[in-house]
């Protein structure tokens, strides 16, 4: 598809928004896609093909359409979901233009969990150090991994199901939270502020979920104490 006709898709898309929120422009628009090195990437993980960017499309097509997007005023600056490859995404982090921001992956296990379609370490940060070493701002994300740091799951999984793993794996974490009087999501919530993020973005669905946050935020960032002690409470990964 021609750089042409991904601009005019995307501003399609984006005019309908702004005139549903009422909105002259987006601040911030993101690829909220997996970008990987190559097509090999898809033949692997078909069932997630639909996910993915191809790193060569991305800087041919997608990236030009954004820079025009923002040249005429439609975005404010563009950002990229990093749980793609995450060499892959370091490349684009330090590439000319840069995003305005990047989605980092921002919990105690470094684990994306069902959203990686990759072999080897996701690398969560390693893409921080990448961004920070840009000027790219970063933005945690799956704090609670999805449930898996949390006092339990609240949806039926299969027993191999990647959250499942994490959760296990953090049994040592949940014990952890119980010696110190506080709710596994909280202590999982400021232990993502103690990363080197700039806004951690919530997934909350319920009035509850958010108050935890609430408190979490106030609370902020951990004591190097308790970062280690949280540390130390993981289970190794298997294999590694």
Not at 24 to 35: A, G, Y
Not at 58 to 80: C, K, M, S, Y
Request: proline share 8%; net charge neutral.
């Amino acid at each position: 598809m021609p750089p042409v006709e991904f601009h005019g898709i995307l501003l399609q898309s984006i005019e309908g928004s702004l005139k549903r929120l009422r909105l002259s422009r987006l601040d911030l628009f993101f690829l909220h896609s997996n970008v990987v090195p190559d097509a090999d990437h898809l033949r692997l993980r078909p069932d997630a093909a639909a996910r993915m960017t191809l790193y060569r499309t991305f800087v041919d097509h997608v990236r030009p359409a954004f820079e025009q997007l923002v040249a005429e005023g439609v975005i404010g600056a563009w950002g990229l979901t990093g749980i793609g490859h995450p060499d892959t995404i370091i490349r684009l982090l330090g590439e000319r233009p840069p995003p305005a921001a990047v989605q980092c992956i921002a919990n105690l296990l470094g684990s994306p969990g069902g959203l990686k379609f990759f072999e080897g370490p996701a690398k969560p940060r390693a893409v921080m150090a990448a961004a920070r070493a840009n000027g790219v701002g970063i933005m945690g994300i799956r704090a609670v991994q999805a449930g898996a740091l949390t006092a339990a799951i609240d949806r039926p999984l299969p027993p191999d199901h990647p959250e499942i793993r994490d959760y296990e794996r953090a049994a040592g974490f949940r014990r952890l939270a119980s010696e110190l009087a506080v709710d596994p999501a909280v202590l999982a919530h400021r232990y993502a502020l103690s990363l080197d993020i700039d806004t951690l973005v919530l997934g909350v669905k319920n009035r509850n979920e958010l108050a935890a946050c609430i408190s979490a935020a106030e609370a902020g960032p951990l004591s190097a104490e308790v970062l280690e002690r949280v540390d130390r409470s993981l289970a190794p990964i298997p294999g590694a």
